[in-house]
C-alpha cells in the first residue's frame, strides 16, 4: 500500500513519471521471465504485476488498452506490454516493455530448438516446467475472478461474458465477430439501457487513482495525443524496419530461398491472423506443415509444447518453424547457423509489426477513453474479452491437467474438447489448488508460490514420472 500510495504522490506532486526508466525496466524484464503460459496467464501475470502490486494503471485502462490488442493481430498479451510501456515511458518505454516480454523466451525457445535439432533432448525443460505450469493455472483462475470481478457489475455484462465464452469455445467464432457484436450490443443498449451497461469509476478498490490515471487527469501525457505528424513517423521507421530485411534477403539469396519464403510467410501471418495466440497456430500449422513442409505434424506439436512451457508469448513457437525450416533446407550454410537466421527473421517479422500497430493505434484509442457514447460499448467488449480469457484458461486447464484430450465435432458444428480421466496428472490438480489457496487464502507472493510449484514439480517428475 505504501508503494502505490507513493506512486501516486509523486504523479500528483513531482509530475510524470512517477516510477523510473529503469524500474520499469526491471519489471519488464521480469515479466518476461515470468511469462509462462500462454496469454491468459500473462495478462493475469501482468494484471497482478501492474495494479495490484504496482498501482501503476488502473482497471479501467487496462481493460480499454486490453481491449484493443485483443483486436489486432498478433499475440495481445505482448501487444499490452508495450501499450503499458508506452503509457508510462513513451516509445522506448514501449519497445522495452515489449522486447523484454519477448526476448528471454525467444532465447530459451532458440536453446532448446538447437537441442532439438542435434540431440531431440528435452526431457530437462518438461521437468523443470512441469511445476510451473501448474503454478501458472493458479495465476490464469486468479486473473478470470479479479477480471470478472472488475468487468462484470450487471446482469446483461455477465451474459455477453457466456455468450462470447460460448462462442468461441464450442463453435469457435472468429474473436473479431464476437467483439463487433458485443460493441454492437453495447452501443444500442446505451440508447435504451445505458445503466446496465456501467463500467464503474475506473479507480483501484480502494478508491485511490492508479500513477496513469493521476497523470491523464493532470494532462501529464502529451505523448498520448494523437497527432498525424506522428503517425507518418511512426509508418516511416516502422515500415523499412518490418520489409527491410526482407529485401536484403532477397537481394542476398534470391527469392525462392527458405529465408525469404519464410520472411514473406509470417508477415503475413502478422497482418491476417486475428483472435490471438490460438488461432495464429492453427493457420501456421495447417500452412507450415502441408504447404511448405518445413516440419511434420508430431514436430509442430513438439513446438508448440515447448513454446507451452517456456517464457514469453505462445507464438513464439514460429520460431521453432523457422529454426527447423531453415535448418533443413540450409543452402550450403551450416545447419546449425541457419537455423539461428531464421528463428532470428522469424521472430523479427513477427514482432516488429506488433511495435507498429500499438505506436501507430494507441493515440488514437486513448482519445476514444472516457468518452460517454462509447462506455456502454466498452463495457461490452470487455465483458466479451472475460469469457474470451476463461476460454484460454480452460484450454490451458485441460492441458495442463490432461494428458489427453480429444476433440470431438458433434453435429459439424460445435467443438467439444473432451478429457481423457484415466489420463489425469494428479500431482499437478494438486499443486495447482495449492498455489491457488496460497495466493487467494494465504497472499503468498507469486515468486514464492512459483519457486515453490517449480522445486515440487521437479523433483515429482524425476521421482515418478521419468
Known amino acids: 500500500m505504501a508503494e502505490k500510495t507513493a506512486v501516486r504522490d509523486a504523479a500528483s506532486a513531482k509530475g510524470w513519471p512517477p516510477v523510473s526508466f529503469v524500474e ?33 494503471i488502473g482497471e479501467r485502462r487496462f481493460l480499454h488498452a486490453l481491449n484493443y490488442c485483443m483486436l489486432l493481430p498478433g499475440p495481445e498479451a505482448q501487444q499490452l506490454a508495450v501499450y503499458i510501456g508506452w503509457l508510462l515511458h513513451k516509445t522506448w518505454g514501449g519497445i522495452v516493455a ?37 503454478a501458472v493455472l493458479a495465476i490464469v483462475i486468479e486473473a478470470v475472478i479479479r477480471i470478472g470481478r472488475h468487468a462484470l457489475k450487471t446482469g446483461i455484462l455477465y451474459g455477453l461474458a457466456a455468450a462470447a ?5 464450442f463453435f469457435e467464432v472468429p474473436f473479431p465477430l464476437i467483439v463487433l457484436g458485443a460493441a454492437l450490443i453495447g452501443f444500442l443498449g446505451s440508447r435504451y439501457a445505458p445503466a446496465r451497461f456501467g463500467i464503474g469509476d ?77 488461432a ?15 516440419l511434420t505434424p508430431g514436430e ?33 550454410m551450416d545447419p546449425m547457423l541457419a537455423g539461428a537466421l531464421g ?27 472516457g468518452k460517454k457514447n462509447l462506455s456502454a460499448a466498452l463495457s461490452a467488449v470487455t465483458a466479451a474479452v472475460v469469457g474470451v480469457i476463461l476460454n484460454l484458461g480452460i484450454w490451458f486447464a485441460l492441458h495442463v491437467l490432461f494428458g489427453t484430450v480429444t476433440e470431438l465435432r458433434p453435429l459439424g458444428v460445435v467443438r467439444l474438447l473432451v478429457p481423457d480421466f484415466a489420463s489425469l496428472e494428479p500431482a499437478a490438480l494438486i499443486l495447482s489448488f495449492g498455489a491457488l489457496v496460497a495466493m487467494l487464502k494465504l497472499k503468498i507472493g507469486m515468486l514464492p508460490v512459483l519457486a515453490a510449484a517449480a522445486a515440487l514439480g521437479a523433483g515429482y517428475y524425476f521421482l515418478v514420472l521419468a
Not at 30 to 54: C, D, T, V, W
Not at 165 to 169: H, N, S
Request: hydrophobic share 60%; charged share 10%; glycine share 10%.
Open 343 to 369: 528463428a532470428l527473421l522469424t521472430t523479427w517479422v513477427t514482432f516488429v509489426p506488433c511495435f507498429l500497430w500499438i505506436f501507430l493505434g494507441a493515440p488514437y484509442v486513448e482519445a476514444l477513453h
Open 300 to 332: 509442430m506439436l513438439d513446438g508448440l509444447g515447448l513454446a507451452e512451457t517456456t517464457p514469453g508469448p505462445l507464438i513464439m513457437v514460429v520460431q521453432f518453424v523457422g529454426f527447423l525450416g531453415a535448418y533443413r533446407d540450409a543452402g550450403g
Open 165 to 169: 465464452f460460448v462462442a468461441i469455445f
Open 98 to 134: 515489449g522486447a523484454f516480454f519477448v526476448l528471454p523466451g525467444a532465447l530459451v525457445m532458440l536453446i532448446l530448438s538447437v537441442l532439438y535439432a542435434g540431440f531431440q533432448e528435452i526431457t530437462f525443460v518438461q521437468a523443470v516446467f512441469f511445476g510451473i505450469k501448474a
Open 24 to 56: 520499469a525496466s526491471r519489471l519488464w524484464l521480469k515479466i518476461g521471465f515470468l511469462s509462462f503460459g500462454g496469454p491468459a496467464a500473462q495478462i493475469a501475470l501482468m494484471h497482478r504485476l501492474l495494479i495490484e502490486e504496482k498501482g501503476w
Open 202 to 278: 475506473g479507480h483501484q478498490e480502494n478508491g485511490e487513482r492508479a500513477a496513469l490515471d493521476a497523470a491523464f487527469d493532470e494532462d501529464a501525457l502529451p505523448h498520448t495525443r494523437p497527432s498525424l505528424a506522428r503517425a507518418l513517423k511512426v509508418l516511416a521507421v516502422c515500415i523499412p524496419l518490418w520489409f527491410g530485411p526482407v529485401a536484403v534477403l532477397v537481394l542476398a539469396f534470391g527469392g525462392t530461398s527458405v529465408f525469404v519464403q519464410e520472411a514473406i510467410f509470417f508477415s503475413k501471418m502478422a497482418v491476417v491472423t486475428f483472435g490471438g495466440a490460438y
Open 280 to 294: 495464429v497456430l492453427a493457420y501456421v500449422a495447417q500452412e507450415a506443415v502441408a504447404f511448405y513442409q518445413w
